[in-house]
């Protein structure tokens, strides 16, 4: 019994709150509703703007060895993770490790 009257304070208070404060609660439902509407059109165009490999695009990887940023195509690479720069690069970090 006391738990139920508990509630139903509670209850009261929270339309009484809603109701004081309506028009800010009406401002974020909107602001709710815009949100989502974004986020789905957003989604929606998403596969219209996938990041598809061209031809054109070098795609850049960091040295292992120093960490600057080099072409894919110019690397030495040892194993799947370990890409290298020069073969100075190779030799650093075969002496460093």
């Given amino acids: 019994m006391k738990w139920l009257f508990l ?3 509670i209850g009261i208070l929270l339309v009484i709150l809603l109701s004081r404060f309506r028009p800010q609660v009406e401002n974020l439902l909107y602001l709710w509703r ?3 509407k974004m986020n789905r ?3 929606e165009e998403n596969p219209k ?3 598809k490999s061209r031809p054109n695009e ?3 990887v960091k040295c292992s060895g120093c960490g600057c940023w080099v ?3 110019k690397t030495l690479s040892f194993g799947r993770d370990s890409l290298f720069c020069s073969a100075e690069c190779v030799e650093n970090s075969v002496r460093l490790g």
């Fill in 71 to 73: 072409p894919r195509e």
């Fill in 41 to 43: 059109s957003a989604k």
């Fill in 34 to 36: 815009v949100l989502k």
């Fill in 49 to 51: 703007l996938e990041n």
């Fill in 58 to 60: 070098i795609r850049l």
């Fill in 7 to 9: 509630l139903f304070m």
